[in-house]
């Protein structure tokens, strides 16, 4: 038998890949000088109860199923049908997103405008090649996400350096005080906590890399508490950058990060062309990472009946889960051919902020799941074990979830009826309503067993 290839190393940097969200920086960022308040509070309420909580359950519960698996276990099969869902969804929005970024950021770089044609062109063929890529083990393009996570930290770091220089060198460019480091408990700035949440997700993905692992049952909690401690100071740090150095009304959500590097060194430059190539290799690494945790959760949730049977197709060879790999590029490909079509033309806003949405819902249930596993589950062997009371378990519990619920709310439900209001988000209402139904729909069809059974009646 072959020595697994995936070390504790190359675990660490698949969370820094899977986790750390370069392009989701500069919505943050739009929050600011309250995201600093906002950043550091989340690490404390959400990122750390969440990270302690995934390694226990990925540790405990090491198949291939990750939170579909878990909610399964403890809520039954609807349950885990909606979960199963709403994680698979997120991934081909996300990753239409990204791909209508990639010719805006060689927009960016060249100084010209392509046509719509072109971009589509280049648009789908990031999709197959991340599909395509997706198709072999996960030890075997190991390089993609260490390179990745390499460059993403580079990236921060340059970002967060230059901003901190231009400061300095400059004066900063927004006014730092008491009041503006506070949280403004507007809506419009509450509604893009949910950014900074979306900035941690992903550690549960680590799990699903157990059968490439040399030892997962150590690796996974030194992989995410190391990748977490590393994450928070890279977010941090960046995000620092760019709030002090960049007058927030000059951030934009859909090119920021490139934007925001424009703007400290200047428009051209070799620099900014190597820069710019770097950060679209960084996309790759994203979806690329990412997509083996949804293919696996898609794939094992097929297998039990909680999706559709096209999620279930493996390569015979490899036993990677090639349905799941080639929906994602079906429907992200519909999405990007239809998009030009589309009255709202912030594409890469339109579907990050329903890729955000769905991936928020598909996590409401893994924190009660923590508890319930408890408590039905006793005697599971827990490698990494979360300590404390019932009071802080409780707590670890329920701030996660009510901050997740708040999130979702005031992202895509329009509050009031301005026109601003109604045009930003009321898409993202209808997008999430879809979304919902076809959950509902899904998990209220029959499984083949339940069939069989109703067939003998």
Known sequence: MAKKKFKLFDAILSVI????????????????????????FLIITFLLPYGMIAAELGTAYDDEGGLYDWVRRAYGKKWGSRVAWYYWINFPLWMASLAVMFPSTINLLTGSEMGTL????????????????????????????????F???????????????????????????????????????????????????????????????????KQIP???????????????????????????????????????????????????????????????GNMVSWSYGVNYVADYAAKNGSLPKVFAHENKKTEMPTGSAVMNGVVASALVIVAPFLPNQDLFWSFFGLNVVTLLLSYVPLFPTFLKLRKIDPDRERPFKVSGGPVKLRLMVILPMILLLVSIILSCVPLNSSADELSSKGPLAIGTLIAIIIGEIICHMPSKDQKSEEAKE
């Open 118 to 149: 072109p971009s589509i062109l280049i648009e789908l063929a990031f999709i197959w090649i991340v599909v395509l890529l997706s198709f072999s083990r996960i030890s075997d393009s190991k390089w993609i996400l260490n390179l990745s996570a």
């Open 151 to 217: 460059i993403k930290v580079f990236i921060a770091l340059v970002l967060g350096g230059l901003g901190i220089y231009t400061a300095v060198t400059r004066g900063a460019a927004n006014e730092y005080t008491v009041q503006s480091m506070l949280p403004s408990l507007n809506l419009d700035s509450l509604s893009y906590i949910s950014v900074i949440l979306f900035n941690f997700m992903g550690f549960e993905v680590i799990t699903s890399y157990a059968s490439d692992m040399e030892n997962p049952r």
């Open 222 to 284: 030194q992989a995410i508490i190391a990748g977490g401690i590393a994450i928070a100071v890279i977010y941090i740090f960046s995000s620092f950058g760019i709030g002090v150095a960049i007058p927030t009304d000059q951030i934009s959500t859909s090119s920021g990060l490139m934007d925001s590097l424009q703007l400290l060194i200047g428009k051209n430059g070799v620099f900014i062309t190597i820069m710019g190539i770097l950060f679209l290799v960084t996309l790759f």
């Open 17 to 40: 890949c899977v986790v750390f969200v370069a392009e989701a920086a500069a919505p943050a960022a739009a929050i600011g000088n309250s995201q600093f308040f906002w950043w550091i």
